[in-house]
């Protein structure tokens, strides 16, 4: 099976068990998950656009936030790197599941060589009113084999 295939393959399959898991999942009271879900880079736009015109009181225990799940060539220097699309900037920490965090001590090399990464985040509505960010995101190595 050529390569693009297999990504391909694998994109469909993450997004197929991400949307299943999300039926039961309420990220608010009576916000379902499944409203605020985006599991590919290049439909970030679309959970942004969700974000800022939910209403306020739909949640009322935090901001208007959404979850963005996908796998990623490269985490680090303050951008996720899709398998494809464009870079995109994030804001906080970045959490790394399974490995030291990064402290300089690695290189660019080491990170890539244990990529690709299953990446989720926040993308969230702003405190300060300006435009909704992915933020604490958190990277999981994975085997290639295996998504």
């Known amino acids: 099976m050529p390569q693009s295939s297999k990504v391909s393959t694998r994109t ?3 997004e197929r068990v991400a949307r299943a898991a999300a039926r039961s999942v309420e990220i608010d009271a009576d916000v379902p998950l499944t409203g605020f879900l985006c599991t590919s880079p290049g439909r970030l736009g679309e959970l942004v656009a969700r974000i800022e015109t939910a209403a306020e009181w739909r949640f009322a225990g935090t901001r208007p936030h959404g979850v963005l799940i996908f796998r990623a060539a490269a985490v680090g220097g303050g951008a996720l790197r899709p398998i494809a699309g464009e870079i ?6 970045l ?9 300089g001590r690695e290189t660019q090399a080491e990170r890539s060589a244990r990529a690709p990464y299953l ?4 993308v969230g509505r702003a405190i300060d ?4 960010r992915c933020c604490r995101p958190m990277r999981i190595p ?3 084999r295996r998504i």
């Open 12 to 14: 469909q399959e993450i």
């Open 88 to 93: 995109i900037p994030v804001r906080g920490r």
């Open 119 to 122: 990446v989720a985040c926040v």
């Open 142 to 144: 994975v085997s290639a």
């Open 129 to 132: 009113g300006g435009p909704s």
């Open 95 to 103: 959490a790394v599941f399974g490995e030291r965090a990064e402290d």
